[in-house]
């Protein structure tokens, strides 16, 4: 499972992971898992055995699942043209039926099968699912995308009892059983809240927030609140990255302890984020 580790990392993964279990034990840590780090099949294995073993040694993953360039790529297969106005989708009726065909049709059903593999048991629940998603429409222009109105943890906190892994599609539910688009991040981040996580985990496709973000080696290791916003104002952090960091931002300052931002692109980011010291992308504190 951890082949890829220099023998110094595997000795680290281990010795890090036996306090690792008895701080974490039972407690909750949200996932999420973005599109543009499912792209490489061997990836994609290598990011669920990496969850596998997080749920072995007695922690409760919970995966918000992403899929915004499989969304595209069937968009672009129905001759529609993916649009976005400040990194969301502009959601029409159509794009809606196809975004909801690819999460929670296509994407939350493989990761359970890779999960299957491992002999973990996993659901996949779209967050229309017993109201887990409450939302209603963001803005005019957006279309149906929407602002999470409420999280109803309920559901996912049952499934998590029965022993399941919960895959959550990013799916939320209007008024009248309409459905909404939500950004990955902005519900992996609400759910994190609502379960009361240990930590929100998410997994991109850059090493972590750069002081220059042409540069990988630049990571920033570890940030708080105040430093978070520093970064912002000064034009530092940028683009997608800003939704993401308000995502943290708002998990660290309502009880979530840990954020981290990790490159789901490196082979077991998971474990080396988690299990060592430094860590390998960007971790987030209040
Ligand atoms: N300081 C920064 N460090 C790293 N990435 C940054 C920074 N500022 C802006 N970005 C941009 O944010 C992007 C990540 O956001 P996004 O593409 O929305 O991720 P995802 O598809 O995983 O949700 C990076 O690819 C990068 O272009
Ligand atoms: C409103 C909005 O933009 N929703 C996203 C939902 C999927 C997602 O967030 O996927 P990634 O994490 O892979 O980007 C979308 O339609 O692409």
């Given at each position: 499972m951890v082949n890829q580790l220099t023998p110094q990392q595997k000795a680290h993964v281990l010795l890090e992971s036996l306090s690792y279990i008895k701080t974490f034990h039972k407690q909750i840590v949200v996932i999420k898992y973005g599109g543009n780090a499912m792209i490489n099949n061997q990836l994609k294995e290598c990011v669920i055995r990496d969850i596998a073993l997080l749920k072995y040694i007695g922690i409760n993953p919970v995966i918000v699942h992403g899929g915004g360039p499989e969304i595209n790529e069937l968009m672009t297969l129905y001759k529609k043209k993916p649009e976005f106005i400040n990194g969301l989708r502009v959601t029409d009726e159509e794009t809606m039926k196809i975004t909801e065909m690819v999460l929670t049709g296509k994407i939350a059903p493989e990761i359970v099968s890779l999960f299957s593999n491992h002999d973990i048991k996993a659901l996949g629940l779209s967050g229309k699912d017993g109201n887990i998603i409450k939302a209603k429409q963001k803005s005019e222009e957006l279309g149906l995308v929407g602002e999470i109105t409420?999280?109803?943890?309920e559901l996912i906190l049952s499934v998590i009892e029965k022993g399941y892994v919960p895959v959550i599609s990013p799916i939320g539910i209007g008024e009248t059983g309409e459905s909404y688009n939500i950004n990955a991040d902005e519900v992996a981040g609400k759910i994190a809240i609502s379960l009361n996580a240990k930590k929100l985990i998410l997994i991109t496709d850059?090493?972590?927030?750069?002081?220059?973000?042409?540069?990988?080696?630049?990571?920033?290791s570890a940030l708080n609140i105040n430093e978070a916003y520093s970064y912002i104002k000064k034009g530092i952090i940028k683009g997608g990255m800003i939704p993401k960091m308000f995502c943290c931002l708002n998990a660290v300052s309502n009880g979530v302890e840990k954020c981290h931002i990790i490159?789901?692109?490196?082979?077991?980011s998971i474990l080396l984020e988690v299990f060592t010291?430094?860590?390998i992308g960007t971790m987030i504190t209040a």
């Open positions: 409420s999280i109803n943890p850059v090493a972590g927030v750069l002081e220059n973000h042409q540069d990988p080696n630049t990571v920033i490159d789901g692109r490196q082979f077991h010291d430094t860590g």
